[in-house]
């Protein structure tokens, strides 16, 4: 009835229907003033994430704004300002955003989970557990309401590895590493640590060429250029590393790249202690922190002192790492060392003792804080406090049986060996009477390499000791502590004794359990040799996996060499046991070896003078077993 009142040639009804009249216009002009803020908003927010995207953070800021404006309670709105404002530079406002949008005691809004545990960590002293668990409580909510968010299990990963939790690290980067190169290029560096080294260059080399693309389409991204040098590095590419950073420093200027730089060159002139270049490098490491950083971080004040110590310059060091000692106390121990290295041992064993002192209380505070007990024992270890040093490892055993601990206390265990037994003029007898310290350290880790070494060094050193290693070996095959590397030792015992046939049932034993240990494929090697009838082609197969693991061992071409010999290939034979010579040169059985190979091929004068050389180290007692 009411419309009808419009009709043309029916004014008589326009009064009567001027109260629809209004409410139809009321309600066009709502539904104009909606449609126009959802489309302003659609626009503000746009703008507002292409200008995150361009780091354009001031105008980010007002589009942001704006649309809090619009509605205050969007959470999409209030994460966007927070975002804007950390670009700014203005963390606390950010903050106050963030909170609101994610609190601590439960789940709310994920992308603001994750920003906040980004800020945690990236502000967390290496030390500060406390702000890596409030990070890893954001990220495990994030991962809660989004367990496919790529950032937050970089992120967790990152606060495990610091928390030495490194196989939940793995877990959470495995997830996205396929997909993000940074967190390729953490797995990878996990998995070098831990000697995984062909998957660890398969994650690098996918992360490398990753950053190699980025880098391209943006010069500007420092970054990626930092990232991709990195991956560089794990590829053993370092000269192209070393250019990208250097490249990066004439575009950007001075400030930026320097650090890493500084550390691939102490990296280089660790991995080559004696290039002649070394102590340049060491320099440069210093010049590049001191001449371009107005402030030092934590990582450059440690990288000056291990630069400072690899100069022999103790009190330079010390005094980078005492501005440490705030963020990181375990550099306590550290300073110890390094002024036994001054030659000021009085002070060496106060600030060890103070050390101890602090590390004692800080267990007392938190027993059950391995990273405490660790150090306390360290501590114990530099004062010589070896009973000491165990039982404060072993006092966590029954409740923290981690590989951690375990290979802590077997290490307390050889140190005390190397302590008490006195080193290689050590008489049998002392070395004897502590064997006992060495089963200990394999009575909780049963492949310790340091006690396994030190055990092969004893037995090619007499026979006298060799039973008594042996004994004690075979009781622990009895208790069911049996392993590759005491198969190892026991067939190496047998070697010195001239067992060959014990020699291989136990070498065979440990070559089939694990065959990726270097001496374990050379001994079986020598064994092979001299059995009855030799399997000289046998050896030689098992010398060249050796010489594969372990390219640089000496010993190694030296048993190459005579197999060689065995097989009356004297060319090779003499070309083998040449590369040997220089490291070797007081070998009896080496110059005896060259003698044969140089008769053999004519060379009589070169064969007399290594035959007379043989025989001096004969009766000089350098005729000692191989092994």
């Keep these: 009835m009411w419309l009808v009142s419009f009709l043309p040639g029916e004014p008589r009804y326009l009064i009567q229907g001027s109260p629809l009249l209004i409410v139809l216009a009321a309600a066009a002009c709502l539904i104009g003033v909606s449609a126009t803020d959802h489309n302003l908003s659609r626009k503000y927010l746009n703008a507002g994430r292409a200008a995150i995207g361009e780091h354009n953070f001031t105008y980010a800021s007002i589009c942001y704004q ?3 404006a619009l509605d205050a309670d969007n959470p999409e709105y209030r994460y966007g300002l927070a975002v804007s404002t950390v670009g700014l530079g203005d963390p606390e406002r950010s903050e106050a955003i963030l909170r609101t949008l994610a609190p601590e005691d439960r789940l709310g809004y994920a992308p603001a989970h994750v920003v906040l545990a980004r800020l ?35 992120l967790i990963g990152r606060v495990y590895a610091q928390t030495d939790r490194s196989k939940l690290a793995e877990e959470h980067w495995r997830r996205v590493a396929h997909d993000d190169p940074v967190a390729a290029l953490c797995l990878a560096e996990l998995l070098a640590g831990r000697h995984e080294g062909q998957e660890s260059r398969e994650y690098a080399r996918f992360a490398a060429t990753r950053f190699s693309r980025l880098l391209t389409a943006s010069q500007q991204d420092d970054e990626t250029r930092k990232r991709y040098a990195r991956a560089l590095l794990m590829l053993g590419e370092s000269t192209k590393a070393e250019r990208t950073l250097r490249d990066g420093i004439a575009l950007r200027g001075e400030g930026i790249f320097e650090p890493l730089l500084a550390r691939q060159l102490y990296a280089r002139a660790t991995a080559s202690p004696d290039d002649p270049a070394r102590s340049k490098w060491l320099h440069d490491v210093i010049d590049l922190l001191t001449t371009t950083r107005p402030q030092f971080s934590v990582d450059d004040h440690l990288l000056m002192a291990y630069a400072h110590r690899g100069l022999n310059q103790p009190l330079e060091a010390i005094e980078n790492l005492r501005a440490v000692l705030p963020a990181m106390p375990e550099m306590q121990t550290e300073i110890a060392r390094l002024y036994r290295q001054a030659g000021d041992p009085e002070q060496a064993e106060r600030v060890a003792t103070a050390a101890l002192n602090d590390f004692t209380r800080r267990i007392a505070d938190e027993p059950d804080q391995l990273r405490w007990r660790l150090l306390a024992a360290d501590a114990a270890t530099s004062l010589k406090q070896h009973s000491h040093a165990v039982d404060l490892l072993t006092a966590a055993w029954p409740k923290q049986r981690s590989p951690l601990l375990t290979n802590a206390i077997a290490r307390a265990y050889t140190l005390w060996w190397d302590d008490v037994a006195g080193g290689a003029e050590a008489s049998d007898d002392v070395r004897r009477r502590n064997l006992h310290l060495l089963r200990s350290a394999l009575e909780y880790r049963s492949n310790d ?17 060799t039973e008594d290693v042996t004994r004690m070996l075979d009781q622990m095959l009895v208790d069911g502590k049996a392993s590759p590397s005491v198969h190892t030792v026991l067939g190496t015992a047998a070697l010195v004794r001239d067992d060959i046939d014990e020699a291989l049932r136990h070498l065979r034993l440990a070559y089939a359990q694990n065959p990726n240990v270097a001496v374990t494929a050379n001994n079986l090697a020598v064994a092979e040799m001299r059995a009855t009838p030799p399997n000289h082609k046998r050896a030689l197969e098992l010398v060249d996996h050796a010489i594969a693991l372990v390219p640089t061992q000496l010993a190694f071409h030296e048993t190459r060499g005579e197999v060689l010999v065995r097989m009356q290939r004297w060319s090779d034979a003499v070309a083998e046991l040449e590369q040997a010579l220089p490291g070797m040169p007081d ?39 191989r092994p």
């Design 587 to 625: 070998n009896a059985a080496l110059h005896a070896a060259l003698a044969t190979s140089y008769r053999r091929l004519g060379m009589d004068k070169l064969a007399a003078e290594h035959r007379q050389r043989a025989e001096q180290l004969k009766l000089q007692g350098q005729n000692l077993p």
């Design 449 to 465: 390499p340091v006690a396994m070494n030190n055990l092969l060094r004893m037995c090619a050193s007499a026979r006298s000791i």
């Design 66 to 68: 704006r649309l809090v």
């Design 120 to 154: 945690l960590i990236e502000r967390a002293a290496p030390a500060d557990r406390r702000a890596l668990r409030r990070a890893e409580g954001h990220l495990l909510r994030a991962l809660q309401s989004d367990p496919a968010n790529a950032e937050a299990h970089l």
